[in-house]
């Protein structure tokens, strides 16, 4: 998938493939070690790079993506509207703006005819922890320092003479998981690590058969 090269070329590519067909965006490296949009680390952390409009743009397109796995369709316009801003779809209409942040942030991308949308949000890059409100950055850096804890040393566990012969490895070292937290109350419980847990209950656009929402 290849990123737009300028936001004038986002915004006309917007413009010009209104309704607009979504298409989940699957990145293995991010899909694993990123946060769901709806997660307590999204709306702490990225709200402020992002801003609400691109922020909550993610979590309804996402949600409808939860519901319709296979695609659906937008309507910039009333798209526009569900999120308060209006329901132009001009090169400089709000939501169009909108969509086009997301893209600079490489949140959505196009493919195709389609537009795709990630689905989970890679942590920080340091230039944006950088642009947090210094509070916020090093309550940030605190989190990310706490979630990766070294395995404490075991001492060797002494062979019985039952196991003399056993050439299996007589010391075992247990993984340690990262410690759940609760995501958004309003929209399905999250882990600190973003999986839901559960999907929040959202009407999607209507699809290509034409059916409502």
Known sequence: MAPFPTTANCTDWLTMH????????????????????????????WLPVLGPSATWAMRRLTAWLDARTD????????FGR??????????????????????TFGMVTPLGHSLAVRTML??????????????????????MASAVRPLAPREPQQPTSGALCDTASLVTVAATGNEARHG?????????????TAVPPAHSPCGRDGAGR
Not at 71 to 78: M, Q, R, V
Not at 123 to 143: G, I, K, Q, T, Y
Request: aromatic share 8%; no cysteine; glycine share 10%.
């Open 184 to 196: 958004d109350a309003g929209f399905g419980a999250a882990d600190w690590s973003g999986k839901t």
């Open 18 to 45: 209104d309704p607009l067909w979504i298409v989940a965006w699957h990145d293995p490296v991010v899909d694993k070690l990123g946060h769901a949009p709806r997660s307590l680390y999204v709306e702490t952390y």
């Open 71 to 78: 695609g659906y369709d937008l309507s910039l316009a009333e």
């Open 82 to 103: 569900e999120l308060g801003l209006g329901n132009g779809t001009g090169r400089n209409a709000s939501v169009v703006r909108t969509l086009a942040r997301l893209a």
């Open 122 to 143: 890679a942590p920080l890059a340091r230039r944006h922890v950088a642009s947090l409100p210094d509070a916020l950055a090093a309550m940030h850096d605190a989190e």
